[in-house]
């Protein structure tokens, strides 16, 4: 485990470990299209200890000057998208979780081509293959999971299930089978949703994905 979440996050940020409290590094993957084909031009990840912000290579004497001022990441935070220059994102703030053992909870979904017709549209930009979830009586989509590839090393999953099939315990049975393939693929499956989000939450610890106190941050997805 130690050793893929290192691998994942030196690829994904740029560096690591985290050696202060913040170390503010400058990466030039900050300046290269992510998983989606879109820059990612700020993004962190933060344990008890210490943490890492990967920034554009411009941005970074600026960025740890404000740092030194203030010494507090939620004043520099609002502050990083101008920074990098994309002043009209905002700024996040995200649980990160993964884990080696997800849950031995009973399959719920279906591989398919991302574009495979009746996978939903929301699905579409995560390409290759996605894990649905359908009504075995009206082929009605019920949930999904898409699968962030942010490098060989580590693959984040997003579930997201429609509303009339909430409650049904879905989402965790899809997120748990979703971990087992990436672990099988020979990458760590992330997990990170809003700290408010309860749901969500409840979703990743029922599947296995402990929340062991980390953080993730940066500027926030273009849309």
């Not at 996050?9 to 470990?17: E, I, M, V």
């Not at 053992?101 to 929301?122: K, N």
């Not at 980390?214 to 500027?219: Q, V």
């Amino acid at each position: 485990m130690e050793r893929w979440l290192v691998e994942h996050l030196s690829h994904w940020l740029g560096g690591w470990p985290a050696v202060t409290e913040l170390d503010i590094i400058g990466a030039d993957v900050r300046d290269h299209p992510g998983w989606d084909g879109k820059i990612h031009p700020a993004i962190g990840v933060s344990s008890p200890e210490a943490g890492v912000l990967s920034l554009p290579p411009h941005a970074v004497t600026a960025a740890t000057k404000l740092y030194a001022e203030e010494k507090d990441l939620a004043v520099l935070g609002p502050w990083v998208p101008a920074l990098v220059g994309f002043p009209e994102r905002g700024w996040f703030t995200a649980v990160y979780r993964w884990t080696t053992h997800p849950e031995p909870l009973p399959d719920a979904g279906t591989w398919m081509a991302a574009d495979a017709p009746g996978v939903p549209d929301w699905l579409l930009p995560f390409g290759g293959d996605v894990l649905v979830a359908m009504d075995p009586a009206t082929g009605e989509h019920l949930a999904g999971v898409g699968i962030k590839r942010h490098d060989a090393y580590g693959h984040e999953l997003a579930v997201v299930t429609a509303p009339p099939a909430r409650g049904r315990g879905l989402a965790r049975r899809l997120v748990a089978q979703a971990a087992r393939r990436v672990l099988d693929e020979g990458a760590l499956p992330t997990y990170m949703h809003d700290p408010a989000n309860r749901a969500s939450a409840a979703v990743a610890e029922a599947a296995g994905f402990p929340d062991r106190g980390w953080f993730a941050f940066g500027a926030a997805e273009a849309r």
